[in-house]
């Protein structure tokens, strides 16, 4: 089975920011187009009076929203119900179910990320995983709302997926346990004196969240009479949220400068977002920090790593992002629905567009520890793959920014080699091994990456931030 790369909009793969909207400025339409109200007018008519099967006008109406939205980019879309719960739930909700952030992508379902700790994450799904079966029943060209439903369930049932995966011959079956899904936006642990904080998603709290993981890992590096070399922010497979999350998780490192701009076709979006607006000075004065990222990292995510990168705050490491650099506004309607409509592109400090081209890692780390994650990465799905995409002013090409194909000697080991070394996550590793040879000096930018083999990680449980 093979699916084409065209992903239709993402919920989860979002710069979301809640701004009002003017009812003098939605009543605003152009006297030309009136002749275009009365066509659609006279279809509506049309099919009232001679479709086969009576029709309810809720129907239709949601149809000719859902349409017009989905002719201007894949992240505008109409939410009400179902769609507009799971918003609800990304930003500050628990459910029971698997754990999983879904797409439709061309009529099929997507995992876009499992969410970590999650039913889905241990019973081994992946982002880039297609679900095609649910309980034996074809899930293709049907309404993703059907499908999260139908996942989700009470704790403790399980329910059959049928998984197709890039680089696997045929489909295979997976058998998922229900759990309690408690969003878990931040976990940390120490890792051989290097912090490694892993940000899932940008829901409420996470600059909160982040700073009180640092001062726990301070903590416990003091309690082991040993000092915190370096962080790793691990943002891979973290698909976005808010737009003031991302801004404050930034300025948690930052105490100077640009951290973002967007620039929309009204004034009213034109902003700039600046350092010490949140949060005071650098939480960890001048410590080296990688951010990890991979084409999964989109959006509030590349908002992140593009800050840092371009004010020389860190290494950026990993893959290529996914290059979503637009913004959403989340306009409430009524109480059950809203439209979440593109209104802005946003800019690094160094004013580099993000759209379609992503955030270029300083150092190309693979992932060699996963064997599936050559042909995954070789088919995946990032913005500019998007059917109807906002284009780039400098009208990026997907081929040409992926001009180095020449394998890194450095990056040789096989997934099996790594797993006789104990070497589960290689990215992070090699991440944690770049800080721990850093250790005491500033320049880490200038400083070069150590060889692709590293010593086994002693693990160690991590923790996770808890809302108050």
Do not use: C
């Amino acid at each position: 089975m093979k699916f084409a790369p065209l992903m239709r909009a993402a919920l989860l793969v979002s710069a979301v920011a809640a701004l009002p909207v003017a009812t003098s400025g939605l009543a605003a339409v152009d006297s030309r187009v009136n002749p275009e109200f009365s066509k659609l007018f006279t279809i509506y008519e049309l099919v009232k009076a001679n479709y086969v099967d009576q029709v309810d006008d809720d129907k239709l109406i949601k149809g000719a929203i859902d349409g017009m939205l989905a002719s201007l980019d894949p992240h505008s879309n109409y939410l009400d119900g179902p769609s507009l719960q799971r918003l609800e739930t990304m930003i500050d909700g628990n459910y029971t179910g698997l754990g999983l952030s879904v797409v439709e992508d061309d009529g099929a379902v997507k995992i876009v990320s499992p969410f970590k700790g999650s039913p889905a994450e241990k019973a081994g799904l992946k982002a880039g995983d297609y679900i095609t079966h649910l309980d034996g029943v074809l899930y293709y060209e049907r309404d993703l709302d059907e499908a999260v439903s139908k996942m989700r369930g009470q704790a403790g049932t399980s329910i059959r997926l049928t998984i197709f995966r890039p680089g696997r011959d045929k489909p295979f079956d997976v058998t998922v346990t229900r759990g309690v899904i408690e969003l878990e936006p931040v976990t940390w642990e120490l890792k051989n004196e290097v912090g490694v904080i892993s940000v899932n998603e940008f829901s409420r709290d996470v600059g909160n969240f982040v700073n009180k993981g640092i001062a726990d890992l301070k903590k416990q590096a003091a309690t082991k009479g040993t000092r915190l070399d370096g962080l790793v922010l691990d943002l891979r497979s973290n698909p976005g949220g808010s737009l003031d999350e991302a801004v404050a998780l930034s300025d948690l490192f930052l105490d100077k400068g640009v951290i973002v701009s967007q620039r929309g076709r009204i004034a009213s979006e034109n902003q700039y977002y600046r350092a010490e607006s949140m949060f005071k000075g650098d939480i960890v004065k001048g410590m080296p920090i990688v951010v990890l990222v991979d084409a999964g990292s989109a959006s509030a995510s590349e908002i992140v790593a593009g800050a840092l990168q371009d004010q020389h705050r860190a290494v950026v490491m990993g893959e290529r992002t996914f290059g979503k650099g637009s913004v959403q506004s989340f306009i409430q309607l009524d109480k059950n629905s809203a439209v979440k409509l593109t209104t802005a592109r946003y800019f690094t400090p160094s004013g580099h567009s993000v759209q379609e081209g992503g955030i270029m890692p300083d150092i190309k780390v693979p992932q060699l520890s996963d064997p599936d994650a050559r042909a995954r990465a070789e088919r995946a799905v990032r913005e500019s793959d998007l059917r109807g995409h906002l284009i780039n002013e400098a009208s990026l090409d997907d081929k040409e920014l992926e001009t180095d194909k020449k394998d890194d000697s450095r990056f040789k080991a096989s997934a099996e080699d790594l797993k006789k070394q104990g070497i589960e996550d290689f990215q992070l590793a090699y991440a944690i091994d770049t800080l721990r040879r850093t250790a005491g000096k500033p320049a880490l930018a200038r400083y070069s990456a150590p060889p692709a083999t590293v010593p086994a990680q002693k693990p160690a449980g991590p923790q996770t931030a808890q809302k108050d």
